[in-house]
């Protein structure tokens, strides 16, 4: 797996695997049986939880053994002990894989950072967390958030420390105060949106970008375009397999999520060509700022 250089000399993989939480994986049990299906939809969650925990714990394991080495998660999607199993059942060394964990807004709110780290820590049954976020930056709360991060830093409990869902203002207060610089900003990127004034700000300040929602959902717009439809029929690839080239070739590391096998190595299978400087640019115009999920400035914090 191909990787990138990080501002403080460590490494991680161009491109990662997304989790979600298990709600993702109601996928798994629909089926065409409509009577079936409504009985599984209208089940109480905690009731089929532990089947989802299975399932995402047996998808992920297969994922590692496909070849993603880049595993994200947050403590908010609470898989973490999915996580741990399926490192343990792809017979991957720990040493190979990426874990990425984030903060969550609650444990801002109520100061229990670090209490929350160890937890999902312990969850895991890991040593160290290779990234460390935290989920929004919470207003009154992100910067006592970055401290705390910084101490498990420093402790070793954390490889590297980054940002999530920040924009240039947040950037700009977190590095007023820091003592440890972050290494990377996870936002929301693909063709609709772009976000090329804040990717060149982190830029500068040589912190890289990392994109979810990262092929837009596979959203209508993007699957009906001609520029990418008209790439992909070059390169005999997907469209979606255009689109994880081009996070790529403009530097930026997508985490992409599937529970179908089969997509999940069509993911990994964007290695064997590249894109012009063209057709980077013709996919960088059909940017319409659109916004698929949550603005951090208008956005209410207590429901994420």
Known sequence: M???????????????????DVFYLRKLVSCKNKKIDRYIQGCNYYFLKPFFKRQL??????????GYRLIDTS??????????KAIKLSGINRSELYITTRATNQQQYSGTVRTGFFKALKKFDLDYIDLYMFHWPVPGHYLDTWREMERLYEEGYVKNIG???????HIEEILKICKVRPV???????PLFTQKPLIEFCKSEKIRIE??????????????????????????KT???IILRWHIENGVIPVPRSTNIRRLKQNLDIFDFSLTLEE?????????????????????????
Do not use: W
Request: one cysteine or more; proline letters at 3%; glycine letters at 4%.
């Open 75 to 84: 403590s908010a999607y609470d898989n973490e002990e999915c996580i741990g």
């Open 211 to 236: 994109a979810y929602t990262p092929l837009a959902r596979n959203d209508e717009r993007l699957r009906h375009n001609r520029i990418l439809r008209t790439i992909a029929e070059k390169y005999e």
């Open 280 to 304: 980077i640019s013709q996919i960088d115009s059909i940017n319409i700022n659109s916004r698929l999920r949550y603005d951090p400035d208008n956005c209410d914090f207590t429901i994420l």
């Open 184 to 190: 990377l900003n996870q936002i929301e990127v693909h």
């Open 2 to 20: 191909q990787e990138l250089l990080l501002s403080n000399g460590n490494k991680l993989p161009v491109i990662g695997l997304g989790t979600d």
């Open 57 to 66: 714990a047996f998808i992920i394991a297969k994922a590692i053994k496909a």
């Open 163 to 169: 940002l999530a869902n920040c924009h240039q203002h």
């Open 239 to 241: 469209m979606l397999q």
